[in-house]
Protein backbone atom coordinates (compact mmCIF):
# COMPACT_ATOMS: atom_id res chain seq x y z
CA UNK A 1 0.00 0.00 0.00
CA UNK A 2 0.70 3.74 -0.41
CA UNK A 3 2.59 5.17 2.16
CA UNK A 4 4.45 8.93 2.80
CA UNK A 5 6.58 8.80 6.45
CA UNK A 6 7.06 12.32 6.67
CA UNK A 7 10.04 13.82 8.93
CA UNK A 8 12.41 17.15 9.65
CA UNK A 9 9.75 18.93 11.18
CA UNK A 10 10.72 21.16 14.49
CA UNK A 11 10.69 24.33 16.38
CA UNK A 12 12.97 26.60 14.46
CA UNK A 13 13.73 30.65 15.07
CA UNK A 14 12.43 33.34 12.05
CA UNK A 15 15.30 33.61 9.40
CA UNK A 16 16.24 29.75 10.06
CA UNK A 17 16.43 27.14 7.69
CA UNK A 18 14.46 23.62 7.91
CA UNK A 19 14.39 20.88 5.68
CA UNK A 20 11.16 18.45 5.09
CA UNK A 21 11.51 14.98 3.74
CA UNK A 22 9.21 12.34 2.45
CA UNK A 23 9.75 8.96 2.47
CA UNK A 24 7.90 7.27 -0.51
CA UNK A 25 6.83 3.22 -0.86
CA UNK A 26 4.74 1.17 -1.94
CA UNK A 27 4.12 3.08 -5.50
CA UNK A 28 6.55 3.53 -8.56
CA UNK A 29 7.66 6.76 -6.81
CA UNK A 30 9.81 7.91 -10.52
CA UNK A 31 6.12 7.94 -12.12
CA UNK A 32 3.94 10.47 -10.11
CA UNK A 33 4.07 14.81 -9.55
CA UNK A 34 4.29 15.25 -5.48
CA UNK A 35 3.17 17.89 -3.55
CA UNK A 36 3.61 20.05 -0.15
CA UNK A 37 0.31 20.80 1.30
CA UNK A 38 0.26 23.15 4.65
CA UNK A 39 -2.59 24.30 7.26
CA UNK A 40 -1.43 26.32 9.76
CA UNK A 41 -3.11 25.58 13.28
CA UNK A 42 -6.84 25.86 13.14
CA UNK A 43 -6.98 26.80 9.90
CA UNK A 44 -7.31 25.84 6.15
CA UNK A 45 -5.53 23.89 3.90
CA UNK A 46 -2.59 26.19 1.59
CA UNK A 47 -0.78 24.00 -1.54
CA UNK A 48 2.55 24.81 -1.07
CA UNK A 49 4.08 23.25 -4.15
CA UNK A 50 4.89 20.95 -6.84
CA UNK A 51 7.13 19.00 -8.29
CA UNK A 52 6.95 16.86 -12.06
CA UNK A 53 7.68 12.72 -11.78
CA UNK A 54 10.92 13.81 -13.09
CA UNK A 55 11.94 16.87 -11.20
CA UNK A 56 11.88 18.96 -14.73
CA UNK A 57 9.16 21.01 -13.32
CA UNK A 58 8.69 23.05 -10.26
CA UNK A 59 5.78 25.57 -8.70
CA UNK A 60 5.59 27.25 -5.86
CA UNK A 61 2.66 29.11 -3.93
CA UNK A 62 3.41 33.11 -3.98
CA UNK A 63 3.80 33.21 -0.19
CA UNK A 64 6.76 30.63 -0.17
CA UNK A 65 8.78 31.88 -4.06
CA UNK A 66 11.80 32.37 -3.40
CA UNK A 67 12.35 30.99 -0.14
CA UNK A 68 11.37 27.17 -0.47
CA UNK A 69 13.31 24.47 -3.04
CA UNK A 70 11.08 21.39 -3.28
CA UNK A 71 13.33 18.47 -4.48
CA UNK A 72 13.02 14.71 -5.00
CA UNK A 73 15.15 11.67 -5.39
CA UNK A 74 14.08 9.14 -7.53
CA UNK A 75 16.43 6.57 -6.73
CA UNK A 76 15.89 6.81 -3.24
CA UNK A 77 12.10 7.39 -3.77
CA UNK A 78 12.40 10.41 -1.31
CA UNK A 79 10.73 14.10 -1.74
CA UNK A 80 12.66 16.90 0.32
CA UNK A 81 11.23 20.85 0.82
CA UNK A 82 13.90 23.15 2.10
CA UNK A 83 12.61 26.19 3.88
CA UNK A 84 14.40 29.02 3.95
CA UNK A 85 14.35 32.43 5.69
CA UNK A 86 11.46 30.72 7.75
CA UNK A 87 8.94 33.20 9.13
CA UNK A 88 5.96 33.01 11.86
CA UNK A 89 2.84 32.71 9.56
CA UNK A 90 5.01 29.27 7.92
CA UNK A 91 4.21 27.69 11.38
CA UNK A 92 1.92 24.74 10.17
CA UNK A 93 1.52 21.18 9.61
CA UNK A 94 2.97 20.05 6.70
CA UNK A 95 2.01 17.43 4.46
CA UNK A 96 3.62 15.23 1.75
CA UNK A 97 1.14 14.19 -1.13
CA UNK A 98 1.14 12.07 -3.74
CA UNK A 99 -1.43 13.16 -6.80
CA UNK A 100 -3.08 11.74 -9.40
CA UNK A 101 -2.30 12.00 -13.13
CA UNK A 102 -2.26 15.82 -11.96
CA UNK A 103 -5.45 16.21 -11.28
CA UNK A 104 -5.70 15.78 -7.51
CA UNK A 105 -4.32 14.71 -4.52
CA UNK A 106 -4.58 10.93 -3.49
CA UNK A 107 -2.61 10.33 -1.26
CA UNK A 108 -1.60 12.15 2.05
CA UNK A 109 1.38 11.54 4.57
CA UNK A 110 0.33 12.26 8.29
CA UNK A 111 1.59 15.66 8.24
CA UNK A 112 5.06 16.77 9.96
CA UNK A 113 4.73 20.52 12.38
CA UNK A 114 7.00 23.44 11.61
CA UNK A 115 6.63 25.87 14.42
CA UNK A 116 8.23 29.31 13.82
CA UNK A 117 9.16 30.95 17.23
CA UNK A 118 11.50 32.86 18.32
CA UNK B 1 -3.23 33.37 -9.38
CA UNK B 2 -6.52 32.07 -9.24
CA UNK B 3 -8.98 32.81 -5.88
CA UNK B 4 -11.25 30.59 -4.73
CA UNK B 5 -14.39 31.56 -2.45
CA UNK B 6 -16.36 28.71 -0.56
CA UNK B 7 -19.33 29.73 1.52
CA UNK B 8 -20.86 29.61 3.77
CA UNK B 9 -17.55 29.37 6.06
CA UNK B 10 -19.58 27.26 8.08
CA UNK B 11 -23.04 26.12 8.65
CA UNK B 12 -25.82 23.76 10.95
CA UNK B 13 -27.22 20.91 9.32
CA UNK B 14 -29.43 17.97 10.78
CA UNK B 15 -28.75 14.23 9.96
CA UNK B 16 -31.15 14.01 6.98
CA UNK B 17 -30.88 17.43 5.76
CA UNK B 18 -29.45 18.28 2.32
CA UNK B 19 -26.30 20.38 2.73
CA UNK B 20 -25.36 22.87 -0.55
CA UNK B 21 -21.60 24.81 -0.42
CA UNK B 22 -20.72 27.09 -3.39
CA UNK B 23 -16.95 27.56 -4.51
CA UNK B 24 -16.44 30.38 -6.73
CA UNK B 25 -13.65 30.87 -8.91
CA UNK B 26 -12.09 34.27 -9.59
CA UNK B 27 -11.36 33.00 -13.42
CA UNK B 28 -12.69 30.87 -15.80
CA UNK B 29 -11.36 27.17 -14.44
CA UNK B 30 -13.01 24.81 -16.62
CA UNK B 31 -14.29 22.23 -14.71
CA UNK B 32 -11.17 21.55 -13.01
CA UNK B 33 -12.30 21.61 -9.27
CA UNK B 34 -11.99 18.80 -6.79
CA UNK B 35 -13.87 18.96 -3.51
CA UNK B 36 -12.22 17.22 -0.12
CA UNK B 37 -13.38 16.36 2.90
CA UNK B 38 -11.29 16.49 6.11
CA UNK B 39 -12.12 15.29 10.07
CA UNK B 40 -10.04 16.31 12.98
CA UNK B 41 -6.78 15.40 13.17
CA UNK B 42 -7.29 13.73 9.81
CA UNK B 43 -6.04 13.84 6.14
CA UNK B 44 -7.97 15.59 3.82
CA UNK B 45 -10.18 12.87 1.94
CA UNK B 46 -10.86 13.67 -2.00
CA UNK B 47 -14.67 12.93 -2.80
CA UNK B 48 -15.17 14.91 -6.03
CA UNK B 49 -12.87 14.96 -9.37
CA UNK B 50 -13.22 17.38 -12.05
CA UNK B 51 -16.46 19.40 -10.70
CA UNK B 52 -18.77 16.43 -10.24
CA UNK B 53 -16.84 13.22 -10.64
CA UNK B 54 -17.51 11.06 -7.74
CA UNK B 55 -14.26 9.31 -6.10
CA UNK B 56 -14.25 5.58 -5.78
CA UNK B 57 -15.92 4.08 -3.29
CA UNK B 58 -17.48 7.60 -2.35
CA UNK B 59 -20.74 7.27 -1.31
CA UNK B 60 -23.65 8.46 -4.14
CA UNK B 61 -25.30 11.35 -1.14
CA UNK B 62 -22.23 13.19 -2.28
CA UNK B 63 -22.41 14.86 -5.51
CA UNK B 64 -20.48 17.89 -7.03
CA UNK B 65 -22.09 20.35 -10.35
CA UNK B 66 -21.18 23.17 -12.18
CA UNK B 67 -18.47 24.41 -14.32
CA UNK B 68 -16.27 27.95 -15.39
CA UNK B 69 -16.75 29.69 -12.36
CA UNK B 70 -19.31 28.21 -10.37
CA UNK B 71 -19.53 25.46 -8.84
CA UNK B 72 -21.55 23.47 -6.03
CA UNK B 73 -21.38 20.46 -3.45
CA UNK B 74 -24.07 18.36 -2.44
CA UNK B 75 -24.48 16.04 0.70
CA UNK B 76 -27.70 14.82 0.23
CA UNK B 77 -28.89 12.97 3.02
CA UNK B 78 -26.39 14.23 5.49
CA UNK B 79 -25.54 11.49 7.67
CA UNK B 80 -23.68 11.34 10.79
CA UNK B 81 -19.94 10.71 10.07
CA UNK B 82 -20.29 13.46 7.21
CA UNK B 83 -19.98 16.70 10.14
CA UNK B 84 -16.80 17.71 8.93
CA UNK B 85 -14.60 20.52 6.76
CA UNK B 86 -14.78 20.50 3.59
CA UNK B 87 -12.78 22.14 1.03
CA UNK B 88 -12.46 23.45 -2.41
CA UNK B 89 -9.70 23.05 -5.00
CA UNK B 90 -8.56 24.42 -8.52
CA UNK B 91 -6.50 22.05 -10.36
CA UNK B 92 -6.66 24.88 -13.68
CA UNK B 93 -3.27 26.29 -13.12
CA UNK B 94 -0.17 26.22 -10.90
CA UNK B 95 -0.46 27.54 -8.00
CA UNK B 96 -3.44 25.07 -6.79
CA UNK B 97 -5.44 26.96 -4.70
CA UNK B 98 -8.17 25.88 -1.94
CA UNK B 99 -10.77 27.36 -0.87
CA UNK B 100 -11.00 28.47 2.70
CA UNK B 101 -13.30 25.64 3.51
CA UNK B 102 -17.02 25.44 4.81
CA UNK B 103 -17.24 23.69 8.17
CA UNK B 104 -20.72 21.64 8.45
CA UNK B 105 -21.67 21.60 12.04
CA UNK B 106 -24.56 19.45 14.06
CA UNK B 107 -27.75 21.56 14.47
Known amino acids: QVQLVQSGGGVVQPGKSLRLSCAASGFTFRSYGMHWVRQAPGKGLEWVSV????????YYADSVKGRFTISRDNSNNMLYLEMNSLRVEDTAVYFC???????????WGLGTLVTVSS | DIQMTQSPSSLSASVGDRVTISCQAS??????LNWYQQKPGKVPKLLIY???NLEAGVPSRFSGSGSRTDFTFTISPLQPEDFATYYCQQHDNFPWTFGQGTKVEMK
Open chain 1, 97 to 107: VRDHSGIYLVY
Open chain 2, 50 to 52: DAS
Open chain 1, 51 to 58: ISFDGSKK
Open chain 2, 27 to 32: QDISNY
